[in-house]
T-cell receptor
Framework: DADVTQTPRNRITKTGKRIMLECSQTKGHDRMYWYRQDPGLGLRLIYY???????NKGEISDGYSVSRQAQAKFSLSLESAIPNQTALYFC???????????FGQGTRLTVV | DAKTTQPTSMDCAEGRAANLPCNHS???????VYWYRQIHSQGPQYIIHGLKNNETNEMASLIITEDRKSSTLILPHATLRDTAVYYC???????????FGTGTRLQVFP
């Protein structure tokens, strides 16, 4: 089983719909992240959480919200999806303290 | 955050060393340099990180200049499977907020 699991892997949704992307990890890490990647571009940080009670906005948080339900779970929501939120979304975790981050396999979201 | 600058793309012949440069002239004394790579559209994969000493692991070597303003990731014997986008990152001190740029697209050819 993967250390960082994202669900769904692919999703097509309509404009205006609410959608939730889920991330769970078995690494026991405190820190979790959500990134967005557009074609040909690098990853941009949406939100990050350093523990269950700590949620922080990243570079591009507008239009998104997150929930840290437990140490192992970090969900990203689009309250009212719009076409320019079509992208590849990645979740990541890290232990903190100068250690590597582990990424999920991504969720490809298409908003039509 | 220390800004990093990388070439947009590079080519390397299979079996040869791939040397990927990164400029981080605004890095502060306690900020580490990390390297990740992304193969096709998979999740990024950690490669190596360092502060001021050169580092080596089973994947690569990291050479950091004495003034710490630049570094080079070395893949000693590149293979076709090393074709990927390579990201150089210098997160702020005491945080793991990883900010990715656009990276270097390395193409390894036969």
């Amino acid at each position: 089983d993967a250390d960082v699991t994202q669900t769904p892997r692919n999703r097509i949704t309509k404009t205006g719909k609410r959608i939730m992307l889920e991330c769970s990890q078995t690494k026991g890490h405190d820190r979790m992240y959500w990134y967005r990647q557009d074609p040909g571009l690098g990853l941009r940080l949406i939100y990050y959480s350093f523990d269950v009670k700590d949620i922080n906005k990243g570079e591009i948080s507008d239009g998104y919200s997150v929930s840290r339900q437990a140490q192992a779970k970090f969900s990203l929501s689009l309250e009212s999806a719009i076409p320019n939120q079509t992208a590849l979304y990645f979740c990541a975790t890290s232990e903190g303290g100068r250690t590597e981050a582990f990424f999920g396999q991504g969720t490809r979201l298409t908003v039509v | 955050d220390a800004k990093t600058t990388q070439p947009t793309s590079m080519d390397c012949a299979e079996g040869r060393a791939a040397n990927l440069p990164c400029n981080h002239s605004t890095i502060s004394g306690n900020e580490y340099v990390y390297w990740y790579r992304q193969i096709h559209s998979q999740g990024p994969q950690y490669i190596i990180h360092g502060l001021k000493n050169n580092e080596t692991n089973e994947m690569a070597s990291l050479i950091i200049t004495e003034d710490r303003k630049s570094s080079t990731l070395i893949l000693p014997h590149a293979t076709l499977r090393d074709t990927a986008v390579y990201y150089c990152i210098a997160p702020p001190y005491n945080t793991d907020k990883l900010i990715f740029g656009t990276g270097t697209r390395l193409q390894v050819f036969p």
